[in-house]
Nanobody, 114 residues
Framework: QVQLVESGGGLVQPGGSLKLSCVVP????????MGWYRQAPGNERELVAS???????AYADFVKGRFTISRDTPKKTVYLHMNSLKPEDTAVYFC????????WGPGSPVTVSS
């Protein structure tokens, strides 16, 4: 059973930046696309950004131009660089394959507030 582990979240002021990391144990990391998802209180979990095994990226309109997804295959890690954060970005952020397949990790909470 692969256990996803997200990290890097925290409290940040509007306009600030954070970098999230997700380690994906197992031998098959390089074979699959990965995604970052988020879930705000009372909302459904939604896809924020995705990256294919070849490195092609895609973003939800609400983060386009502000967030960047990347992956480091030797480290089996996927990253989400978040800039120009807004209060509406407040949520718990999760990683998983795109589309989701693995069990969900605990997520990394991000709070954007002054």
């Amino acid at each position: 059973q692969v256990q996803l582990v997200e990290s890097g979240g925290g409290l940040v002021q509007p306009g600030g930046s954070l970098k999230l990391s997700c380690v994906v144990p197992g031998a098959s990391f390089s074979m699959y696309g990965m995604g970052w998802y988020r879930q705000a209180p009372g909302n459904e979990r939604e896809l924020v950004a995705s990256i294919t095994n070849g490195g092609a990226t895609a973003y939800a309109d609400f983060v386009k131009g502000r967030f960047t997804i990347s992956r480091d295959t030797p480290k089996k890690t996927v990253y989400l660089h978040m800039n120009s954060l807004k209060p509406e970005d407040t949520a718990v952020y999760f990683c998983n394959r795109d589309p989701p397949y693995l069990g969900w990790g605990p997520g990394s909470p991000v709070t954007v507030s002054s």
